[in-house]
């Protein structure tokens, strides 16, 4: 459930009005509170209130975790990877039904994914969500002693693999495996944890490594066995539904997953190499990603030309800099701005990155012809205000961006330049006439991401020039 339609639970619940549940959502979307907060720091309910509402509206019970004693026993079923992936505390055990309060208890695949892995009927209970992350940390340790123990499970998985005679069934057999499933997870999970743009699956000769990038850099994590690149790989093209049969050719997929109580898309790539497929995730979590312009940490000059660039009738505004740079964003916040009742929006994406309420999003699908250019021409009978191409990257789809924009649009696009003055090269060098150019060409925008500075051990420098 999003933050919306919790709001309208409340209504139904007759906690809140229709007016107040807009106030709740006005807070959420100015201050970046979590619902929940935002509804008790509104004095409709107080936080015990809060959740007994919850556990009524979907018919189950609330309990208070301060007063309830959980056994070793009860906690063994549910293994430490699983616990943080999904936010799940096990509460108790009755017949074949484990009573599990979730971080999110409105998320039904968590109560799946936790009856698949653990092969039990899970019935969910609503707690408190700081009592629930207390006692996760407090029972299942760290996390290094949670990857080990999974590594060490598949070192064992790894050795009935290659036992087997049939390797594709194995292959299929073991993608499913719970060891292979929870070091996934876990994956995952962590990437999370550490804010990772990427994550890196490599199989070389001799290894298979694992790695994060994060704030720019790449990290390596522990490397699991290299024999299981194979069902680890195909793990991850399982789920980006995926032929985990083809591995000579190049994959694209998607992914879309709860994980820590969030919800987070999961751009997948394969690509085949010497010694197996390399897999690359691109992680799109929506949660961390603030797509206000004013956050964007623009210079005042900046960010006051844009705000006019981009109230212009017409025009091609080109946000350009290298791959993960921050082009989409800044396009995604532009639009934002402009999205008003009295304007239609129309973007096209390879693939859509975030969705965004009002604005028709249009992904480009290749394979079946659904292109670039393909769509911008069918756009033009759409009757729009302001469009958005994901990125010009030939001739055609340039040509009709720029009779777009002479036809009264403003099109916003990104081109992969290394700096502003080069996009106009660029354009040259697809074949546009100069005069178009100089007809059309509002602004270009060149930009980088610069790394976070940890508020906790930053210190001042002044170099030596």
């Known amino acids: 459930m999003n933050d919306k339609q919790v709001a309208e639970l409340f209504v139904e619940q007759r906690v809140l009005e229709p007016s107040q549940a807009e106030d709740v959502l006005t807070e959420v979307e100015l201050n970046g509170k979590s619902v929940a907060q935002a509804i008790i720091d509104g004095g409709y309910v107080d936080e015990r209130g809060f959740y007994q509402t919850m556990a009524e509206a979907l018919g189950t019970d609330y309990i208070d975790l301060t007063e309830c004693e959980i056994t070793q026993e009860v906690l063994r079923f549910v293994p430490a990877g699983l616990a943080r992936l999904h936010g799940a505390l096990p509460i108790d055990v009755i017949g074949n039904m484990l009573r599990v ?4 208890p409105l998320d039904p695949r968590a109560a799946e994914d936790l009856h698949f892995a653990l092969g039990k009927d899970i019935q969910v209970v609503v707690s408190p969500t700081e009592q629930i992350e207390d006692l996760i940390k407090r029972y299942y340790g760290s996390e290094t002693s949670s990857m080990e123990e999974v590594l060490k499970q598949l070192g064992e998985v790894g050795e009935l693999l290659q036992l087997r005679g049939d390797e594709e069934a194995a292959v299929e057999a073991e993608a499913n495996a719970t060891p292979i499933i929870r070091f996934v997870d876990l ?19 001799n290894e298979f490594k694992i790695r994060y990038r994060v704030d720019g850099a790449l990290y390596e994590m522990a490397p699991p066995p290299r024999h299981l690149a194979l069902p680890v790989i195909s793990r991850v093209k399982v789920m980006a539904n995926m032929n985990i049969a083809e591995r000579r050719l190049p994959q694209d997929g998607r992914i879309q997953k ?10 997948v790539s394969t690509l085949p190499t010497q010694f197996g497929e390399s897999l690359v995730l691109r992680v799109l979590d929506r949660t961390t990603v ?7 940490g623009m210079p005042d000059y900046i960010y006051n030309f844009l705000l006019e660039m981009i109230h212009r009738p017409n ?11 921050g082009k989409t964003t ?3 916040s532009c639009l934002r701005k402009i999205n008003t009742i009295d304007s239609k929006l129309l973007t096209v994406e390879e693939p859509v990155e975030y969705d965004l309420e009002g604005i028709v999003q249009v992904p480009v699908n290749e394979a079946i012809g659904l292109t670039f250019a393909r769509v911008l021409r ?6 729009p205000d302001r469009i958005m191409v994901g990125e ?14 002479l036809t009264g649009h403003l099109v916003f696009t990104t081109l992969h330049t290394n700096d502003a003055p080069g996009a106009i090269t660029r354009l040259i060098d697809m074949g546009i006439e100069p005069f178009l150019i100089s007809a059309t060409l509002e602004a270009v925008l060149g930009q980088r991401l610069l790394r976070t500075i940890c508020t906790q051990c930053r210190t001042t420098y002044q170099p030596n020039f």
Do not use: K
Not at 378 to 383: A, M, V
Not at 392 to 405: G, K, M, N, P, Y
């Open 290 to 296: 603030n797509l206000e312009l004013e956050a964007l």
């Open 101 to 104: 309060a979730l971080l999110d």
């Open 315 to 325: 025009g091609i505004f080109i946000a350009t800099g290298p791959t993960g740079s």
């Open 330 to 332: 800044t396009l995604y």
């Open 378 to 383: 069918s756009f033009l009978r759409q009757d």
């Open 187 to 205: 994956i995952l999970y962590q990437a999370i944890l550490d804010r990772a743009s990427d994550i890196h699956f490599e199989p070389f000769e």
């Open 392 to 405: 010009t990257r030939d001739l055609e789809t340039a040509q009709i961006a720029i009779q777009a924009s």
């Open 258 to 267: 709860h994980i820590a109580g969030r919800n987070i898309d999961l751009r």
